[in-house]
């Protein structure tokens, strides 16, 4: 039996936090929606203490979702885990996520705390969560770069205060995938406590490594993946839902975990945190961009049509695509224009008249960047012409 890989969404908190990426009330409860459909575990909804129209927000989704669990983050101060919790109040399952930070440079620049001011905040703002709930999940910001040692003191301490899930955040995107698993391994080896939490993960992209980083804890423990639709967040985003989820699922020959996530409502979420934010999916985005299973050259068509396994890892089918795409273009082949032409109901009379059709889609596709379905037509058409 597998062990579950518990899905953390976090699109409408840290996701709305990307320049210009937020979300009206309506517009996150819609997601919020979706997020459920998907069967997501866990939905960080936003940041109650930051203004009344997040508190609003929060609030709202608490209401509308009923088989999720409903998060409300909150810095490590009783003011505002009293926000979480007040618009956390009519969810049927609320957590609240309260964090400090524990670098060196945050803990001396930032926040200008000795670290044992820190522990004592960290532990204290803990017990005040529990007040209002019995799911609080604790984060020491910027943990990829904190000392190991320290987090093992600070992370013992909230265990021992109440926090039943350990997030740590990667939060300037600064780790290497090694680096990151054998950071989760060590925590989870030399905390005492350790057993008496979910330990959770929370990378950013800064250097386009925060899926990597997050299957590296995973596959060194780690079982709450924190994410995002689209891979949406601060800077340069967070780890992407579609591909981590995908990951995991597709290589279930490694992972000893899996996902309850409805795969097949990926697609129909991308798309609408896309026109929802205004922040288009580029086309060789993994899983979600346009050009994901679309196969354009001539020996890849050919291997598909034959087997769809000889080119395609994953169904489309399965990540809620209609289905795979054969894009005509220069580079595609006999094979493929053949069977594209089928799909249309064109069936050329002799083989003859097939070459001929192909040679002239050939001259027309160094000219187009794509053939349309219409350009197939007007040529087959012609060809029949001069038939
Ligand atoms: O990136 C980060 O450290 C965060 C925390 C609030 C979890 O978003
Ligand atoms: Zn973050």
């Given at each position: 039996?597998?062990d579950?890989?518990?899905i953390?969404?976090?699109?409408?908190?840290?996701?709305?936090?990307s320049?210009?990426?937020s979300?009206?009330?309506?517009?996150?409860?819609?997601?919020?929606?979706?997020?459920?459909?998907?069967?997501?575990d866990?939905?960080?909804?936003?940041?109650?203490?930051?203004?009344?129209?997040?508190?609003?927000?929060?609030?709202?989704?608490?209401?509308?979702?009923?088989?999720?669990?409903?998060?409300?983050?909150a810095?490590?101060l009783?003011?505002?885990?009293?926000?979480?919790?007040?618009?956390?109040?009519?969810?049927?399952?609320?957590?609240?996520?309260?964090?400090?930070?524990?670098?060196?440079?945050?803990?001396?620049?930032?926040?200008?705390?000795?670290?044992?001011?820190?522990?004592?905040?960290?532990?204290?703002?803990?017990?005040?969560?529990?007040?209002?709930?019995?799911?609080?999940?604790?984060?020491?910001?910027?943990a990829?770069?904190?000392?190991?040692?320290?987090?093992?003191?600070?992370?013992?301490?909230?265990?021992?205060?109440?926090?039943?899930?350990?997030?740590?955040?990667?939060?300037?995107?600064?780790?290497?995938?090694?680096?990151f698993?054998h950071?989760?391994?060590?925590l989870?080896?030399?905390?005492?406590?350790?057993?008496?939490?979910?330990?959770s993960?929370?990378?950013?992209?800064?250097?386009?490594?925060?899926?990597?980083?997050?299957?590296?804890?995973?596959?060194?423990?780690?079982r709450q993946?924190?994410?995002t639709?689209?891979?949406?967040?601060?800077?340069?985003?967070?780890?992407?839902?579609?591909?981590?989820?995908?990951?995991?699922?597709?290589?279930?020959?490694?992972?000893?975990?899996?996902?309850?996530?409805?795969?097949?409502?990926?697609?129909?979420?991308?798309?609408?945190?896309?026109?929802?934010?205004?922040?288009?999916?580029?086309?060789?985005?993994?899983?979600?961009?346009?050009?994901?299973f679309?196969?354009?050259?001539?020996?890849?068509?050919?291997?598909?049509l034959?087997?769809?396994?000889?080119?395609?890892?994953?169904?489309?089918?399965?990540?809620?695509?209609?289905?795979?795409?054969?894009?005509?273009?220069?580079?595609?082949?006999?094979n493929?224009?053949?069977?594209?032409?089928?799909?249309?109901?064109i069936?050329?009379?002799s083989?003859?008249?097939?070459?001929g059709a192909?040679a002239?889609?050939?001259?027309?596709?160094?000219?187009?960047?794509?053939?349309?379905?219409?350009?197939l037509?007007?040529?087959?058409?012609?060809?029949?012409a001069?038939?």
């Amino acid at each position: 039996m597998k062990d579950k890989l518990i899905i953390f969404d976090t699109t409408l908190r840290d996701g709305e936090q990307s320049p210009g990426a937020s979300m009206t009330r309506e517009e996150k409860v819609r997601i919020a929606r979706q997020l459920e459909r998907m069967r997501v575990d866990v939905i960080e909804a936003g940041f109650p203490a930051a203004s009344n129209g997040d508190f609003e927000s929060v609030k709202a989704v608490a209401d509308a979702v009923r088989d999720s669990t409903v998060c409300g983050l909150a810095r490590a101060l009783e003011r505002d885990i009293d926000r979480a919790g007040e618009a956390l109040k009519g969810a049927r399952s609320g957590r609240i996520h309260t964090f400090i930070a524990t670098s060196p440079i945050h803990m001396e620049k930032k926040l200008r705390m000795s670290p044992d001011q820190v522990v004592e905040q960290a532990v204290k703002a803990v017990k005040w969560a529990r007040k209002w709930t019995d799911n609080v999940e604790f984060s020491p910001e910027d943990a990829g770069r904190s000392d190991p040692d320290f987090l093992c003191r600070i992370l013992e301490a909230v265990i021992d205060a109440g926090a039943g899930t350990l997030n740590i955040p990667d939060t300037v995107g600064y780790n290497l995938p090694q680096q990151f698993g054998h950071l989760i391994a060590t925590l989870r080896e030399r905390i005492p406590n350790a057993d008496k939490a979910v330990f959770s993960v929370h990378c950013h992209n800064d250097l386009g490594l925060a899926v990597a980083n997050s299957l590296a804890a995973v596959l060194n423990g780690a079982r709450q993946v924190e994410c995002t639709i689209n891979g949406l967040g601060e800077r340069a985003g967070n780890a992407s839902l579609e591909e981590v989820v995908m990951a995991v699922r597709t290589r279930q020959d490694v992972f000893s975990c899996d996902t309850q996530i409805d795969t097949t409502q990926i697609v129909p979420a991308s798309r609408l945190v896309a026109s929802v934010t205004g922040f288009a999916v580029q086309p060789n985005k993994a899983i979600v961009g346009a050009n994901a299973f679309a196969h354009e050259s001539g020996i890849h068509q050919d291997g598909v049509l034959k087997h769809r396994e000889t080119y395609e890892i994953m169904r489309a089918e399965d990540v809620g695509w209609s289905a795979n795409k054969m894009v005509m273009g220069k580079h595609s082949g006999r094979n493929a224009f053949k069977s594209r032409l089928a799909e249309l109901g064109i069936e050329l009379p002799s083989e003859d008249a097939l070459n001929g059709a192909f040679a002239r889609f050939k001259e027309l596709a160094d000219k187009k960047h794509e053939i349309f379905d219409e350009d197939l037509q007007a040529l087959v058409s012609d060809e029949a012409a001069t038939l």
